[in-house]
């Protein structure tokens, strides 16, 4: 797990090296229409292009309206075996031979924390690189992004870009410096997307920077990378592409989510479901749903590996721009409250609730919820899943999305069915309900959720409660 800085000298020759590759901003242009979204792709995509930019106007006063466009971006992806030829050995020999110097970081945590995230920022603030290599997973991906963004802003406070409230929520005003992230892990999907996530410690919550200006610059997707990759690995790592699918895939809206914003550099990276990220979403649930058991069981099934890292790097792309919901904001107090939990398969020094797994136990019963805000979609997704929903009432839905996913994980073999399994018991949910609270980026985009924070506890506690055990 390796993240190497490219050192200020010969800073013309090292850019060279990244010649090919291109960094793409955003679309500036606000103005994509005013479509009547609904949750179907035929009629998403129809009335996108039919309503165009007719009659299309941008209030002053954007309190309590409704969005009414959204953005896609991502990094450019590379995919294929063999395609870290082009990156981390190639680059260094090619660093080497034209004398350029560079300097390697790995003392990266597994699922960081704000203090190893510090420490690889101080390294970084004092090597002062010119570009940035990132070879690993996640966590590898996401020091990475901090890294990079808080040398570039070295005056900084270290909450000041922290999503709102546990941080500032300041918007990053400039663009950072080139990144390539090479995943060695099949499930965060951070080569994709502008969040960067972290434990901050003492408030005992996982939270994180979004934006877009974080994205890599490139993404290598090798699956000969992934190949090591411990069973207990594979499963949890895809069970994070499982939740990123189903979330992106059933999250409010774009169309439906306030406040609009009065700059488009305002608008957030999780912007909720539109047309496009739905595209990826589905098809990353569907290769997840066939490939992930393959992977788990058979650690030479170069196919199911190799359709496993697709999966997440598509299902990035998907919630990179739609964003995920209660699953993940719920895992944040799961994984920061950890009593001493470590997971089997593990080979860290300290105790670990791996990020799949803990947003993964919560899924049935989530899912369950959310289902009443859109049966249609719910129901599409139990399909997936092998369901015949040819008799299946709208009214329904949850439940057989729910029983669908359980039976899944029960699939997977020895994973933790509900929090119970993890240390936590019902007299911790008011502390994890307490500890959800505060995740509003993600809590604005899960359907049925009640926008009021006092029903909206108990909402979440009834969510906990049902996660005990499934």
Known sequence: MVVACVAPTARTRALGLLRTVQYTHPPSCPCHGQPSHHHNHKHSLTNL?????????????????????????????????????????????ALEKEGIKYEIFSDVRVEPKDYSIKKAIEFSKRVNGDAYLAVGGGSVMDTAKLMNLYTCFPEADFLDFVNAPLGKGLPITKSLRPLICVPTTA?????????????????????????????????????????????????????????????????????????????????????????????FSFKALQMTIKYLPRAVRDPDDFEAQSQMLLAATLAGVGFGNAGV??????????SGGNKGYKHKGYDVPHSIIPHGVSVAVTAPAVFRFTAASNPERHLAAAEAFGVDISNVRREDAGEVLS???????????????????????????????????PQRRVLMLAPNLNEDVTPQREELSKLFEDSLAF
């Open 325 to 334: 919901h209660l699953c993940h904001g719920m895992s944040y107090p799961i």
């Open 403 to 437: 029983e669908a996913l359980k039976k899944f994980l029960y699939g997977l073999g020895d994973q933790p069915k509900g929090i119970q399994d993890l240390g936590f018991n019902s007299g911790d949910i008011a502390g994890l309900v307490e500890g959800t609270i």
């Open 187 to 279: 499930g965060t999907g951070s080569e994709t997307t502008g969040t960067a996530i972290f434990d901050l410690v003492d408030k005992k919550a996982k939270t994180g920077v979004a934006h877009r200006v974080l994205k890599p610059t490139l993404g290598i997707c090798d699956p000969l990378n992934t190949r090591t990759m411990p069973s207990a690995v594979h499963a949890s790592s895809g069970l994070d592409v499982l939740c990123h699918a189903l979330e992106s895939y059933t999250a409010i809206p774009y169309n439906e989510r306030t406040p609009r914003p009065t700059n488009p550099i305002l608008r957030p990276a999780y912007q909720g479901a539109n047309p496009i990220s739905d595209v």
């Open 49 to 93: 292009f039919k309503n165009g930019n007719r009659g299309v106007t941008t209030p002053t006063d954007h309190a309590g309206m409704k969005e009414y466009a959204f953005e896609m971006a991502a990094s450019s992806i590379r995919f294929g075996p063999g395609s870290t030829r082009e990156s981390m050995k190639t680059a260094i020999e």
